[in-house]
């Protein structure tokens, strides 16, 4: 007859100290954890733009900006006030966030919404409104100075309105190029490839080490799916509540950020194809690689890592937001994801194909639900 095994306090200590054995075995060296985020950020930050700037001057994967619509999206996410042709106003497809005020036939001002007041211009005519906004020390509307936005070539609207611009404070909008949503699709898809190469190969002996590692049972990859996608659920419900507190503070009403806004954009372009590939594969790949394992590998305390890791995953998310509210809302939000996936990374003894499989589900049910909006009301 078997005896029952009783295990002693020393025995589970030992447990403890041999779990912690095998998860240093499929950790980053320092100086491999430091690289890989170096490699990461040098990428993102300074080769991307190289390689943007070649898209830039190619006809197919670019296109021009006007002034005006320089000048819109200044208006919508700045406190400022300028002016256009109602000839080049028509052609802008998007004046959310703005005001107008037509001056005559020709001219229409432009301004923050929410800062649009009727009781700023009863009463005045549009000599007195011009002069006013333009050459005035400051323009103040509901206790906030307004930026004067000017074009490069005044001559004809200042001449019409006899204005002298010379000794007031104003910011100059010149037109420019942007890419299309081809060159946005394709410098996207360059720099992930760019990652994989860089960042794979110091990875690759990693990657071995936590395949081996993995309860690859269909059961258990399902279970650690569902249970990750819960925690996801979770943590983005905590930081959306949290960012709607914010979001009041802030007086910030943005629907989405600027990054989810360009990912919605290109994922409904006719070059949608190249945008899943990168959200559903490449990007779990290389920011798992980065924000958990890299992050995990280099700073020994879990949870300091946890919380350094998912700023630093939010922030790379949220580097273009135009203004303050908005940097604080969506550093929230991004934050949330962040914490969702560290958690689920320390849950299963960090072995990284825990959060890239959840990571890779999660992105592919935020592009379907993009994709098909009432799929949400099918699911629930």
Do not use: C
Request: charged share 15%.
């Amino acid at each position: 007859m078997n005896e029952e095994k009783k295990y002693t306090f020393d025995d589970l200590f030992e447990k403890k100290e041999q779990e912690k054995i095998e998860i240093t075995k499929h950790k980053f060296s320092f100086k491999q954890g430091l690289l890989t985020i170096v490699v990461y950020y040098f990428v993102t930050i300074l080769l991307v733009n190289l390689v943007g700037l070649i898209f830039y001057f190619i006809p197919q994967t670019s296109v021009p900006i006007s002034q005006t619509s320089e000048l819109v999206d200044y208006v919508k996410n700045h406190d400022s006030i300028g002016y256009a042709t109602h000839l080049e106003l028509d052609k802008i497809n998007n004046l959310d966030g703005i005001a107008t005020v037509p001056l005559d036939d020709t001219y229409v001002l432009i301004l923050t919404r929410d800062l649009f007041s009727h009781d700023a211009f009863d009463g005045l005519t549009s000599e007195e409104i011009t002069t006013n906004v333009f050459e005035s020390e400051s323009f103040v509307l509901k206790d906030r100075p307004l930026k004067r936005l000017v074009y490069s070539d005044n001559s004809e609207f200042f001449t019409a309105y006899d204005i002298d611009i010379s000794n007031t404070d104003t910011k100059i909008i010149k037109s420019s190029h942007a890419l299309n949503l081809l060159g946005s699709n394709l410098l996207n898809t360059v720099m992930y490839l760019m990652l994989l190469v860089g960042i794979g190969y110091l990875s690759i002996t990693i990657l071995k080490k936590d395949w081996k590692l993995l309860d690859k049972k269909p059961t258990k990859l399902i279970s650690m799916s569902v249970i990750g996608l819960g925690i996801m659920f979770i943590a983005n419900l905590v930081s959306s509540v949290l960012a709607s507190g914010l979001s009041e503070i802030f007086n910030y009403t943005a629907e989405t950020s600027t990054n989810q806004a360009a990912i919605i954009q290109m994922l409904k372009s006719p070059y949608m194809i190249f945008m899943v590939i990168n959200a559903v594969i490449f990007a779990p790949i290389v920011e798992e690689l980065v924000f958990r394992k890299a992050f995990f590998s280099i700073i020994k305390n879990k949870w300091v890592a946890l919380v350094v890791s998912s700023l630093m995953f939010s922030l790379i998310h949220i580097i273009s937001e135009p203004t303050i509210g908005g940097f604080i809302v969506n550093l929230v939000i991004y934050g949330g994801s962040g914490v969702g996936f560290g958690y689920i990374y320390l849950s299963h003894k960090e072995n990284i194909y825990s959060t890239i499989i959840v990571h890779a589900l999660w992105n592919l049910m935020t592009v379907l639900l993009t994709l098909i909006p009432g799929l949400l009301m099918i699911i629930i």
